[in-house]
């Protein structure tokens, strides 16, 4: 107890008390100092003083008359505090860039994800878990915007890292393999896809339970692949199951529902099992509009597969106007060259050729042309 005798009795000068004030004011620093009193003086002989000065820089420019030296942090202090900081505003950047992603504002979402990776990747190194996550947030956008050759070896890296650090089991991974695994079917890539979106489906079953969200998107994503393929009989039951998840534990007007009964009516459609594939489109449509707004890459999706519904069922008077407003939504979230852009051209062009209007029909079919031509390595979405 000797060293706290000494501490009290350094305490008893009011210049000590005012260092101490200004280290950080009050009855909490006076308590620090007695437990550094406690743990440290009886193994060293050294004055309080010369104690408190440790890892702490001085400077006799003192603010206000009748204070003792002005402390400031150590070099390596400061350094810890503006990596805090950097991270702060890393966690800032990627919640305004997803949330403009959400938004289907995709353009003003590309610089705050990519500020938000480059910081992680100075601060935390390139094998972190928040760094997976940034390089998965702009691997989505490049996605989304059709950049397939800048998005896969983003996935590609998220999941390295994921897998190295949480193992081969962890819902995180699922995240990634699912991501990665539909990159590939928007190339056309299904024997890749599907091993991916298999092991996505079984962590999710092994780790999330029977009845969770994300169980019902690798259901979907699973069942997309099959769709895509032709494969309508493995694809349903699917389907199915991820829309009773969906409605049970997200409710009736949730956005990630309006996802499984697109999913759904796009089935429907395919098999032109269309009384069926109408009302699930039209209630997807419904409530995307109401959570998402009238201008979200996921309205137009809707639009489109409503369209070609009508068109086939030649009720063009309905099918023309969908088009439009599809095309429309399109161009202004995605840009006029997107192979999004390109489909709903195509499939524009096919109702005007059905009705009589084949000069108009050819001028859609050679823009989207061009914008194949753009993208010729990589192969749109169906």
């Known amino acids: 107890m000797d060293g706290l005798k000494r501490l009290w009795g350094w305490l008893a000068d009011p210049g000590h008390r005012a260092r101490l004030a200004w280290l950080g004011g009050g009855l909490a620093v006076v308590g620090a100092a007695l437990w550094i009193a406690y743990t440290y003086f009886p193994k060293q002989e050294a004055e309080p003083s010369q104690l408190l000065s440790q890892g702490i820089e001085t400077t006799q420019d003192s603010p206000a008359a009748g204070h003792g030296p002005m402390i400031r942090p150590?070099?390596?202090?400061?350094?810890?505090?503006?990596?805090?900081?950097?991270?702060?505003l890393a966690d800032d950047l990627s919640h305004q860039g997803m949330a403009l992603f959400e938004a289907g504002d995709y353009t003003q979402a590309q610089e705050p994800l990519e500020r938000a990776l480059a910081i992680r990747e100075?601060?935390?190194?390139?094998?972190?878990?928040?760094?997976?996550?940034?390089l998965n947030n702009l691997a989505l956008l490049y996605t989304a915007q059709g950049h397939y050759d800048q998005a896969e070896p983003l996935y590609q890296r998220a999941l390295a890292i994921r897998e190295k650090a949480l193992g081969p089991d962890h819902p995180e991974l699922a995240q990634s393999l699912n991501n990665l695994a539909g990159l590939y079917q928007a190339q056309g890539r299904y024997a890749e896809a599907e091993p991916l979106y298999q092991r996505a489906l079984t962590?999710?079953?092994?780790?999330?339970?029977?009845?969770?969200?994300?169980?019902?998107?690798?259901?979907?994503?699973?069942?997309?692949?099959?769709?895509?393929?032709g494969r309508y009989a493995e694809a349903e039951p699917?389907?199915?199951?991820?829309?009773?998840?969906?409605?049970?534990?997200?409710?009736?007007?949730?956005?990630?529902?309006?996802?499984?009964?697109?999913?759904?009516?796009?089935?429907?459609?395919?098999?032109?099992?269309?009384?069926?594939?109408?009302?699930?489109?039209?209630?997807?449509?419904?409530?995307?509009?109401k959570a998402?707004?009238?201008?979200?890459?996921?309205?137009?999706?809707?639009?489109?597969?409503?369209?070609?519904?009508?068109?086939?069922?030649?009720?063009?008077?309905?099918?023309?106007p969908l088009y439009q407003r599809a095309l429309a939504i399109w161009e202004k979230a995605l840009g006029p060259d997107?192979?999004?852009?390109?489909?709903?051209?195509?499939?524009?062009?096919?109702?005007?050729?059905?009705?009589?209007?084949?000069?108009?029909?050819?001028?859609?079919?050679?823009?989207?042309?061009?914008?194949?031509?753009?993208?010729?390595?990589?192969?749109?979405?169906d």
């Open 203 to 229: 962590i999710a079953e092994q780790d999330l339970g029977p009845d969770h969200p994300d169980l019902a998107q690798s259901l979907n994503n699973l069942a997309e692949l099959y769709r895509a393929q």
């Open 292 to 320: 998402l707004g009238p201008d979200h890459p996921h309205l137009a999706t809707s639009l489109n597969g409503l369209a070609l519904l009508y068109a086939a069922q030649e009720r063009y008077d309905e099918a023309e």
């Open 74 to 88: 150590s070099s390596a202090d400061t350094a810890i505090i503006q990596q805090d900081d950097d991270l702060a």
């Open 238 to 289: 699917l389907y199915q199951r991820a829309l009773t998840i969906a409605e049970q534990a997200l409710g009736p007007n949730h956005p990630d529902l309006g996802q499984s009964l697109n999913n759904l009516a796009l089935l429907y459609a395919a098999q032109e099992r269309y009384a069926k594939a109408e009302p699930l489109y039209q209630r997807a449509l419904a409530i995307w509009e």
């Open 338 to 381: 997107h192979p999004a852009v390109a489909t709903t051209l195509e499939d524009y062009a096919n109702l005007l050729q059905a009705t009589d209007r084949a000069a108009k029909a050819e001028s859609l079919k050679e823009r989207a042309q061009t914008i194949r031509s753009q993208h010729a390595d990589e192969k749109p979405p």
């Open 122 to 134: 100075k601060v935390l190194g390139p094998d972190h878990t928040d760094v997976a996550q940034s």
